[in-house]
């Protein structure tokens, strides 16, 4: 019963690779995002979906594309793969778009990049 | 400058004790504050909300000084189980406040592990 889950955990691969990480909440939220966080831990939004719109896009590479299905699911796919996009992504929801609203996140998908 | 900043530690302090940390932000037209909690290698987590007149939530007391654009969390004798990173976290409003725009920005975070 996982509130906010994320698939693959760990994820592996080779520079120019394409991947993608999948999200889904069952909250019954309409905000989904993705953020980043870095080695020195600093975490930073990349993107936010309210409602399967995009609303955020914080100047993120065009190699980054998100996909909202539906407002249950936000998924994250990376084109050619570089050493620099090695982190941990972290995708969270809210209730709505409110600022006020407590976000919930997933329990993260450490990516390395070799 | 960073936007929000924060001493990054470690803390190690002994349990019982007390221990604050301290945050600033840049941007005057901050809207909203929070304290989220971060174990090693899990997910963020909200610890409580920050309002203007200071709130406490048990041992955890935080406190907002608008004008000195700083914010701050105070927890009293301190178990075990308080060791973590504790993330400042401002929200911005965007050019329509209230619309979405508006965004989470995090400190780098303040280590503090508990000592037995």
């Known amino acids: 019963d996982t509130a906010v889950s994320q698939t693959p955990k760990y994820l592996v691969t080779q520079m120019g690779n394409d991947k993608s990480i999948k999200c889904e909440q069952n909250?019954?939220?309409?905000?989904m995002y993705w953020y980043k966080q870095d080695s020195k831990k600093f975490l930073k939004i990349m993107f936010s979906y309210n409602n399967k719109e995009l609303i955020i896009n914080e100047t993120v590479p065009n190699r980054f594309s998100p996909k909202s299905p539906d407002k249950a699911h936000l998924n994250l796919h990376i084109n050619s793969l570089e050493l620099g996009d090695s982190a941990v992504y972290f995708c969270?929801?809210?209730?709505?778009?409110?600022?006020?609203?407590?976000?919930?996140f997933g329990p993260g998908t450490r990516l390395t990049v070799l | 400058r960073k936007e929000v900043e924060q001493d990054p530690g470690p803390f190690n302090v002994p349990e019982g004790a007390t221990v604050a940390f301290n945050c600033t932000y840049s941007n005057s037209a901050s809207q909203s504050f929070f304290w989220y909690r971060q174990d090693c290698r899990k997910e963020p987590k909200l610890l409580m909300s920050v309002y203007s007149s200071g709130n406490e939530d048990g041992r955890f007391t935080a406190q907002l000084n608008r004008a000195s654009q700083y914010i701050s969390l105070l927890i009293r004798d301190s178990k075990l189980s308080d060791s973590a990173t504790y993330l400042c976290v401002v929200t911005v409003g965007g050019r329509d406040y209230g619309r979405g725009n508006e965004k989470l920005t995090f400190g780098t975070g303040t280590r503090l592990t508990i000592i037995p």
């Open positions: 909250l019954g939220h309409d905000t």
């Open positions: 969270a929801s809210s209730q709505d778009l409110r600022a006020t609203n407590e976000q919930f």
